[in-house]
Every structure is written in structure tokens, then in C-alpha cells.
């Protein structure tokens, strides 16, 4: 059984720094494109950023380009996401995602598999 399991989430003044991790369960992560979507109140989801199945190709929002970084820890079997600079925007709930050989896709009907999401709050 597929599971996505995020951590790390959480309050943290503007400026400040947050890393979430989405450990996966049920299948091999280096056989999967790996993604982070984000939904703040009242819109819709978006794109953050992913890595394709090999982990070679990455793409990022450009909202977030330069301040976050998508890796992948195979050994582990978890994907992190390192938030630098946050800013109040950056506020929501977010999904960690999974498409088995897949690529590094901004669409949200990519993905097979989501994570149940995790709450990040930055305050100004």
C-alpha cells in the first residue's frame, strides 16, 4: 500500500527557515517523480516544485525558485523540502505527491499518489 507521509510544518516568522520531509511507504522512491503542491484558504492548488523519476530533472515555481530546494534521500526512502526566506505567501497546507516514472510535472492530474498535506503558517 502506497503511502506519503508529511512532516515538519509549522509557524515561523518571515524571513525564517522550514524543511518538510514526506517519508514514503509502499514503493521504491528512486523509481518515482517526486512533487510538492501547496493550497493556501480561498485558492486553488498550486505547483511547487518536483524531480523527476531519476532525480536528475528538477523544476520549481517561480515564486519559490532560489529560496526552496526539492532532494531526495533514496536510502531513506524520504523527500525533503528545505524552505528558505519564507514569506507570508507562502502560507498553506502542503502535499507531498508521487507518479511512478514520471516526470517532473506541474499539473496536479500527474500525480497518482498525495500525502494528507501539512500546514505551514509564516507570519509577517
Known amino acids: 500500500q502506497v503511502q506519503l507521509v508529511e512532516s515538519g510544518g509549522g509557524l515561523v516568522q518571515a524571513g525564517g527557515s522550514l524543511r518538510l520531509s514526506c517519508a514514503a511507504s509502499g514503493f521504491t522512491l528512486s523509481t518515482y517523480a517526486m512533487g510538492w503542491f501547496r493550497q493556501a484558504p480561498d485558492k486553488d492548488r498550486e505547483f511547487v516544485a518536483a524531480m523527476d523519476w531519476t532525480g536528475f530533472i528538477t523544476s520549481y515555481a517561480d515564486s519559490v525558485k532560489g529560496r526552496f530546494a526539492n532532494a531526495r534521500v533514496v536510502a531513506k526512502n524520504t523527500v525533503y523540502l528545505q524552505m528558505n526566506s519564507l514569506k507570508s505567501e507562502d502560507t498553506g497546507i502542503y502535499y507531498c505527491?508521487?507518479?511512478?516514472?514520471?516526470?517532473?510535472?506541474?499539473?496536479?492530474?500527474?500525480?497518482?499518489?498525495w500525502g494528507q498535506g501539512n500546514q505551514v503558517t509564516v507570519s509577517s
Open positions: 505527491v508521487a507518479k511512478y516514472r514520471g516526470r517532473a510535472e506541474v499539473r496536479t492530474s500527474a500525480y497518482d499518489y
